[in-house]
């Protein structure tokens, strides 16, 4: 089949790569229809962190239909269409039961091989779904790929942010970040009852999208954000403040614009070995801080209604669609933010 793999340092190639074969009685392999290249996996594409294998297939966002399923699998079949968490999960385990599902005893992301132990990714013609009963759940007729891939991952992950800051209608709310997450989170925000979401940014097309879905927009680059929020609160900072971004300075910024006594939510991937604020400081705020990666497979269900009635919304994300003959070139698109890239879909052949 062909696949988009990592080849090294800002190096994707489109090449052949050996067919998934089921390896474990719980397999599935889905045939992908649509996938997509998210914000995280710039992550391995700069090698931010310790690199992947070379020749890892990437991705963790697709959706597809079953077209093999091994002798365990019991509530899929071929030809089932499914809807993917960008991990997989067990369904049985402590975390698994308390819907932590991220943290599942047997969690492995989809697009991280290291070392030779881990999963081939989605930006592929076929992947194979481990755990694939408790993993994936069947999409409905009407649901699109956009809104499937969606939901497999930044929807999910917009909505546990606005979940984890405990969103109170008569508070003020700040996102902090306006690709594709922040959007997802400001959706959940005013979704969970939010009235006046302020959403910060400096590239003036987010920040113009922000603003469409109902956020107040703030360009950093144009006036201070403490000071505005400051303003809209008799001086005393956000209620909550919703961290999208996982760069130091991103986590700095959001707990400058809380109140004392406010919550920090962060879902954006960190790296950082420190946090950018004191524990001085965070005595001295009171602060609440959530921070982790979010456990789609136990939220995305929960929130298919909502994601199907705006799908035109939420869609409206994906400014880019391209074969995933043209990755290599999409993923440079997507990393520059060149032509407006927002996010891209990728379709094979
Ligand atoms: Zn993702
Ligand atoms: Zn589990």
Redesign the pocket.
Known sequence: MKALTFRGRENIAYESVADPVIQSAGDVIVEVSSC?I????LHPYHEREKGLDHGCVMG??FTGQVVETGKAVKLLKPGDAVISP?TVSCGQCFYCRKGLTSRCEQSQLFGWRENGVGLNGGQAEYVRVPLADTTLVRRPTTMTDEVAILL???LS?GYFCSTQAHINPEDIQVVVGCGPVGLMAIWAAYRLGAQRVFAIDQVPQRLAMAEAWGAIPINYLEINPVDVIREATAGRGADQVLEVVGLKSAVRSAFDLLRPGGTLSAVGVCNSTHLPFSPTEAYDQNLTYRIGRCPARGIMEGIMDWAMEDADQLSSVFTHIRPLQEGPSAYHLFDQKADGCMKVLLKPE
Not at 38 to 41: A, E, F, I, L, Y
């Open positions: 997509a998210c914000g995280s996996d963790h966002e960008f497999g991952d930044i992950t």
